[in-house]
């Protein structure tokens, strides 16, 4: 069981960079995967980034180059470093947590990126 809340959405210009973070309430070692989701209006919701437990790194295919999972193991935090940004990028960003066969996902951050 764990929960995990985002932040550091917001409005960025084209170009420009933003950080997220997910807190995690419990040691995320102990968690097999962390994960980045994004959905925009109308479109399902894709992998934006993950990371293992030990430390393995996947990205979806419209985010390589630009984007960049990490994690601080003492403050139990991953982020999402997202450089480079495009208006094709607004969407909300969800984290999620997988322990086992369960799946565990925060609220969401809006991020919006104008033109």
């Known amino acids: 069981q764990v929960q995990v809340v985002e932040s550091g959405g917001g409005l960025v210009q084209a170009g420009g960079s933003l950080r997220l973070s997910c807190v995690a309430s419990?040691?995320?070692?102990?968690?097999?995967?962390m994960g980045w989701y994004r959905q925009a209006p109308g479109k399902q919701r894709d992998l934006v980034a993950s990371?293992?437990?030990?430390?393995?790194?996947n990205y979806g295919d419209s985010v390589k180059g630009r984007f960049t999972v990490s994690r601080d193991n003492a403050k139990n935090t991953v982020y999402l470093q997202m450089n480079s940004l495009k208006p094709e990028d607004t969407a909300v960003y969800y984290c999620?947590?997988?322990?086992?066969?369960?799946?565990?996902w925060g609220q969401g951050t809006q991020v919006t990126v104008s033109s």
């Open positions: 999620r947590a997988l322990i086992g066969y369960s799946a565990y």
């Open positions: 419990r040691n995320i070692l102990s968690i097999n995967e």
């Open positions: 990371i293992t437990g030990f430390g393995t790194t």
